[in-house]
């Protein structure tokens, strides 16, 4: 298996709760580096703009005033299988649906706040990668 690179977002839910550490430590037991990491505000249009592939959805008005609701944290976390790893480590996007010991699981609030994203693919990785962060702020 190869090094690889996800991005992760540590959302409004999670940020307001205090969990940043806990999610971290979480990443940081399973193998995962944080290669980058900034607490940021996203603007109305960051948000649209990152989940323009849901734009369709009847959740994605709603899913986009979440995302702006509060801070939340950007990350690119590094390791071996990274991408896949980090949904395993996630867990189901609804949260009943979720494995034990997961982090939505174990802090998702509903369906929407869920606590955190993370890439689903390395193609996909790449471009949320680069939408956040310049190369010279990933430090591995
Ligand atoms: P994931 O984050 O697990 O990759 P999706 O890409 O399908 O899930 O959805 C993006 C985000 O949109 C989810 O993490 C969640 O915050 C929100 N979402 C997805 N499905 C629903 C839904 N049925 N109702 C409300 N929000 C949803
Ligand atoms: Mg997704």
Redesign the pocket.
């Known amino acids: 298996m190869a090094i690889e690179r996800t991005f992760s977002i540590i ?1 409004p839910d999670a940020t307001r709760r205090n969990l940043t550490g806990r999610i971290n430590a979480i990443f940081e037991e399973n193998g995962l580096r944080i290669v980058a990491q900034k607490r940021i505000w996203m603007s109305r249009a960051q948000a649209k703009e990152f ?1 323009k ?2 734009k369709d ?3 994605y008005n ?2 986009v005033d ?1 995302m702006v609701s509060g801070p939340v944290v950007v990350q690119v976390l590094e390791g071996e299988n990274a991408v896949a790893k980090n ?1 395993e480590l ?1 867990g ?3 949260p009943a649906n979720a494995a034990p010991g997961t982090i939505r699981k174990l802090f998702a609030e ?5 606590s ?3 890439s ?1 693919s390395p193609e996909n990785a790449a471009i949320e990668i680069a939408y956040f962060f310049a190369g010279c702020e990933i430090v591995g």
């Open positions: 959302k989940y592939v849901h959805r009847p959740f709603d899913l979440f949904r996630m189901a996007t609804n509903s369906i929407e706040a869920n955190v994203h993370g689903d």
